[in-house]
């Protein structure tokens, strides 16, 4: 957090950013709501202030990679998702006929879902899924549901543990480029930034427009400059959590600010003791990207995310009873994998949980330094409440003018209704 003492710099460049703001507020108009006030000064801030991502975090896929390849890199650079560049483009094509999309790792894990369901697991698709990656996966993209699977019998996974070398080795890998799924999922599209524009613009897009990162794009090189991230934005507000214009939201508490907005009626649960499996099927069929497990009907008691499908590949104590595991038995050993690995993990450190009555800098400190991407509400008793996702939190800080992106998004294919960015 940034300590605002005179002839002393800030600690981090987010802090610098959260100064400028500092300097914008104190010269709006008293008349302004808080929300009016910080529109005004985010859309005075070019994007191109933003901090910039590490080099690692600013990658390219080449379109003719293999799906392999691709979620090696993502897991290689510990990153969600990646543009992908059209190795077909002439060299002085301009960003838009340079880039094809984005691809994340859950992306390609819900098209191996996709596919899988569409042909039922009956054809040449799933025996080379099941060939090169071991009948987890198949069991996790059918959802439980392929009569191949219902009447199959339990045996030995056909895999030794090591998930990314059978991706990168798998004929099926080998053949399925990314082009390939380029433009099978709307909700991955290349909606990129130039440096020019505001940082209300870039806010907009990762909260009311559901993009979890935005690709900002030099129009001299016509390449990516920066990659901003909810994440980073949630970082930016930690390091500003002291400065008078933060500080105006910041102290509220969740409920004064409508948080959270998904009830606990609306949030998409599985219970301990329902396989694990299930919990992947209702992501996919919901568009969530993560869901609680519970206890005794509504206690909360841990969190999995798409990405964790990928421990039924790797962790051999999981794998090997991926048809029975629960969702409470696939969490122990998904911890247990990670600590004898000596890796970390939100799963490792145990449920994140907060109240109605905590209050916004609170939670954003609470998810900075756990680097989740939601964080569950309970009551006293521990049932719970709610969910808050990083989008929620960057909703609250801004709001779109009327008619603020004109043809904007002209070009650019609509959302369907259940995607989730």
Avoid at 61 to 69: H, P, T, W
Avoid at 172 to 200: C, E, H, M
Avoid at 286 to 314: C, T, W
Wanted: charged fraction near 25%; glycine fraction near 6%.
């Amino acid at each position: 957090m940034v300590a605002e003492e005179e002839g002393v710099s800030p600690r981090s460049p987010e802090a610098k950013l959260g100064m400028e703001v500092e300097e914008l507020w104190d010269v709006q108009e008293l008349q302004l709501t808080p929300t009016e006030k910080l529109n005004a000064c985010f859309e005075s801030i070019p994007v191109s202030q933003f901090p910039h991502a590490s080099p690692s975090q600013v990658i390219e896929i080449k379109s003719d990679a293999s799906l392999g390849e691709a979620v090696r890199l993502l897991a290689q650079n510990k990153i969600l998702s990646a543009p992908v560049v059209d190795v077909d483009a002439p060299e002085d094509a301009s960003w838009i006929d340079r880039y094809l999309g984005m691809v994340e790792f859950a992306g390609i894990v819900v098209w191996i879902l996709h596919q899988s369901e569409k042909n039922d697991g009956l054809d040449a698709f799933s025996s080379a899924i099941e060939d090169s990656m071991g009948p987890a996966v198949v069991a996790a993209a059918n959802g439980m549901g392929s009569p191949r699977y219902r009447s199959s019998q339990p045996g030995s996974p056909k895999i030794d543990g090591n998930f990314f070398e059978l991706l990168t080795s798998s004929d099926f890998y080998k053949n399925t480029k990314v082009k390939d799924i380029s433009g099978s999922f709307r909700w991955a599209p290349f909606l990129a930034l130039q440096t020019s524009n505001s940082f209300l613009t870039m806010l907009l897009l990762l909260s009311k427009y559901r993009m979890k990162s935005v690709p900002v794009v030099d129009l001299g090189s016509h390449k990516i400059d920066n990659i901003i991230t909810q994440s980073a934005v949630i970082h930016m507000l930690e390091e500003c959590a002291d400065l008078q214009w933060f500080k105006s939201l910041g102290s509220k508490k969740l409920c004064e600010l409508g948080l959270p907005l998904m009830n606990t009626n609306q949030v998409i649960k599985v219970d301990e003791d329902e396989p694990v499996l299930q919990a992947f099927r209702l992501m996919r069929q919901k568009g969530v990207g993560g869901l609680p497990v519970v206890s005794g009907g509504n206690k909360p008691v841990a969190n999995i995310s798409i990405r964790d499908i990928q421990f039924l590949l790797i962790a051999p104590e999981i794998y090997k009873d991926y048809r029975s595991i629960t969702a409470k038995n696939f969490v122990t050993s998904v911890k247990r994998y990670l600590e004898n690995n000596k890796k970390a993990s939100p799963l490792v450190s145990g449920m994140i949980t907060c109240s109605k009555e905590d209050t916004l800098k609170d939670v954003i400190t609470r998810l900075d330094s756990e680097e989740i991407h939601r964080i569950y509400v309970v009551d006293d008793e521990g049932n719970l409440e709610g969910v808050i996702t990083l989008r929620d939190i960057i909703s609250r800080i801004v709001h779109e003018p009327r008619g603020y992106f004109g043809d904007f998004f002209d070009g650019v294919l609509p959302l369907p209704a259940n995607s989730r960015v």
